[in-house]
């Protein structure tokens, strides 16, 4: 409980808008949380699963129409449309406040009200963050309490301060043509009604900490990222902290949770999971960029995770996982996904708790799938096996470098470094990814995802851009240093020429190197690129020319990039930083 009086006035809002019949305070105890997972259990919103394989693990189905984020009723409310941008919806405040207080109203009659206090980062941080979600599901109380930090201690760190995101989440009818997800930034408060799914309903995820956090980062001079934060350490046991972001289908948990390929292991070299989705980043006391993450979970997709791919993934969800939306094996009442492994399971339920027939399943029909494309498992951090030791000490960890990255064919060499900070800038706010066979539409097609933040920029992304720009004034020669990467470069037969996976390490151990100022690169047109001699092979299957094939760095392939950066860029219009501008006309010069 707390005395906080701007709290209590928002509950007592609140219980007069919705009228629940009980309230329950979430105080994050085990006693409590075993006591809802019996509810969640009676109500039919958890199953539980085979206790002695998957102790603490349970599996939830989603209703058939509410299965992902929905972008299209994803809104920005801000007092002006030109501060939410072009990139999102907007709708003003009090017209939208209107809608989703009638669509609200009463929705709880019959239900419960918890009350989830929950910190974003370690509790009492200097980085984190407090936030107040009311729910009437208890599967999201359950999600919260493995993705946050939730406990009574909230209540001691907020004290009388009004620096609190309020949420509200009503499952309401889970009405489709009424789903609203709705942020409004200027008021620290986000809505989501009509939807039980996890992405649009655990309101500490995307939607505070990207799409309010990073208008507050705007404001406060801080930085909210979708990026991965991982621990680099090499044989003489010194760690250095790396930043990363892709767009989806671009192995950004993989990258996270990376396993050094064994030659390298032998030699040492280790890395550190901080963090597999968001960054917080301030300016330390000594000038540097520090990062914590400001989760607690993993919010993972089940389908292609499995022991190849990502082990250390997979041994997280071991225990105390919540599953949506993946298919149960009946012999055992254990869980199963499409590239779990090849053994399909022959008495099954499909993730809509349908008898599943493996005769049926053809790969290339998603509606044969047993789980759903977009299942999920909600799994504590502490479970990976490479959780880093700074993990939840909140002092955050030092960042040496920022890594871009996309899915591209042919353009992009394996990697390469920017000339300086507002060189990387550039580099990010251009950042695109191809389409894959797994996405929806034509293959090959190029999507622009500036730092991978297009879904989630809490304001106009011209500001964004020059807010970038500003950080990187402030820390000076501390700058963190900016790379991209391109893990998918293909041959004529459209096979990949990289590795991957693990392999990765390679071109991480680089990008320290020059960090450190030990390795060298030359510079082309659009950076700076590693001599080839500099990447180590080892015990690779792959020859240096090769190598120097996919570091080129084709200057016909790179004009029409510039023109489709270009046209980009005028979507931002006179909020388009004039430095990114001149980065463009540099590039252009530098082609010719």
């Known amino acids: 409980m707390t005395k906080n009086k701007t709290v209590l006035a928002w509950l007592d809002e609140m219980k007069a808008l919705l009228t629940p019949d009980n309230v329950v305070w979430v105080d994050g105890t085990d ?32 209703n058939p129409n509410d299965v992902a984020r929905v972008e299209d009723r994803t809104f920005i409310c801000t007092s002006t449309k030109e501060m939410a941008g072009p990139t999102n919806n907007w709708c003003d ?104 799914y996890g992405g649009n309903v655990l309101l500490g995820k995307k939607c505070f900490a990207l799409r309010i956090a ?46 050094p390929p064994e030659y390298l292991r032998k030699k040492g070299y280790k890395v550190w999971t901080v963090g597999d989705d968001i960054a917080w980043m301030r300016i330390g006391e000594d000038g540097r960029l520090y990062a914590i993450n400001p989760e607690n979970g993993f919010f993972g997709v089940a389908p292609g995770t499995n022991a190849h791919s990502n082990f250390n993934a997979l041994e997280s969800t071991k225990k105390n996982t919540i599953f949506t939306n993946v298919a149960l094996d009946l012999n055992d009442k254990t869980v199963w996904w499409e590239g779990l ?101 034509a293959v090959g097609v190029v ?62 151990n680089w990008i320290i190197d020059r960090c450190e100022g030990k390795a060298t690169a030359s510079e082309t047109a659009i950076g700076y690129v590693p001599q080839p001699e500099d990447i180590d092979l080892t015990d690779l299957d792959m020859d240096l020319d090769t190598l120097k094939d996919i570091l080129t760095v084709d200057k016909a392939v790179w004009e029409k990039e510039a023109a489709e950066i270009e046209e980009h860029y005028k979507k931002f219009g006179d909020r388009l930083p004039q430095e990114l501008r001149d980065q463009l006309a540099t590039l252009k010069a530098n082609l010719k």
Not at 224 to 247: R, S, T
């Open 31 to 62: 006693a409590q949380r075993d006591e809802l997972r019996r509810v969640a259990v009676e109500l039919g919103e958890l199953e539980e699963l085979n206790q002695e394989k998957l102790p603490g693990c349970y599996l939830h189905r989603t």
């Open 214 to 259: 990073s208008f507050q980062g705007w404001k406060e001079g801080w930085m909210a990222e979708h990026m991965l934060i991982l621990g680099l350490q090499n044989p003489k046991g010194e760690v250095h902290y790396i930043a990363a972001a892709f767009p989806s289908a671009c192995g950004k948990t993989n990258l996270a949770m990376l396993i």
């Open 341 to 441: 492994n090849k053994n399909l399971p022959e008495n099954a339920l499909d993730w809509k708790g349908n008898p599943w027939d493996p005769a049926k399943f053809n790969k290339a029909d998603k509606t044969t799938c047993a789980a759903h494309p977009n299942s999920r498992f909600t799994a504590p951090a502490e479970n990976c096996p490479c959780i880093s030791d700074e993990f939840n000490k909140g002092a955050g960890v030092p960042i040496s470098a920022i890594v871009f990255g996309g899915r591209r064919a042919k353009y992009a060499p394996l990697v390469y470094q920017s000339r300086d900070w507002e060189n990387g800038v550039f580099i990010g706010s251009a950042m695109a990814s191809e389409t894959t066979a797994a996405a929806a539409g």
């Open 93 to 196: 405040p009090k017209e939208m406040y209107e809608k989703l207080y009638n669509i609200a109203r009463g929705s709880y009659k019959g239900r419960t009200m918890y009350i989830i206090p929950y910190s974003m980062g370690p509790i009492g941080s200097p980085l984190a963050k407090i936030g107040v979600e009311i729910t009437d599901s208890v599967y999201v109380v359950l999600n919260m309490l493995i993705m946050t930090r939730v406990s009574n201690e909230v209540w001691d760190v907020l004290g009388d301060s009004n620096d609190w995101v309020r949420g509200l989440h009503s499952r309401c009818d889970v009405d489709p043509e009424k789903r609203y997800i709705c942020h409004f930034p200027e008021d620290n408060t986000i809505i989501s009604v009509n939807s039980g």
């Open 447 to 508: 999507r622009r995802d500036p730092m991978a933040m297009l879904p989630f920029c809490g304001y106009h992304m011209g500001d964004y851009f020059r807010h970038w720009l500003e950080m990187g004034k402030k820390l000076g020669d501390k700058a963190p240093k900016i790379f991209n990467v391109n893990w998918f470069r293909t041959d004529d037969e459209g096979n990949f020429i990289w590795p991957g996976f693990g392999d990765n390490m390679r071109v991480l």
